[in-house]
Nanobody, 125 residues
């Protein structure tokens, strides 16, 4: 099994930055595609960013392109989401997700088998 734990959320003013971290443990995490999703109150969970197992390929939602950067350090089994130029509409609970033994970049929630508990990001205007 795979365990995921997010950290780094918090309250920030519009225009500010945060860096989220997702620590992964368990078998085959080094082969896992990793994704960040978010869910705002009353809305469906949506894809934010994804990265393949070796960090070569990434994908982003249009709403965050140019502002967010996903990266991973396989030596530390950790995935990061650097979020810059944050806006109030970025306010949500952010979740880390993993799909082991997968070499692409899934973008749908149902494609991921493992999820963290989430971390709250609140952007004030």
């Amino acid at each position: 099994q795979v365990q995921l734990g997010e950290s780094g959320g918090g309250l920030v003013q519009a225009g500010g930055s945060l860096r989220l971290s997702c620590a992964a443990s368990g078998r085959a995490v080094g082969t896992a595609a990793m994704g960040w999703f978010r869910q705002a109150p009353g809305k469906e969970r949506e894809f934010v960013a994804g990265i393949n197992w070796n960090g070569i390929n990434t994908d982003y939602a249009d709403s965050v392109k140019g502002r967010f950067t996903i990266s991973r350090d396989n030596a530390k089994n950790t995935v990061y989401l650097q979020m810059n130029s944050l806006q109030p509409e970025d306010t949500a609970v952010y979740y880390c997700a993993a799909r082991i033994l997968h070499f692409g970049v899934p973008t749908l929630p149902r494609e991921y088998a493992y999820w963290g508990q989430g971390t709250q990001v609140t952007v004030s205007s």
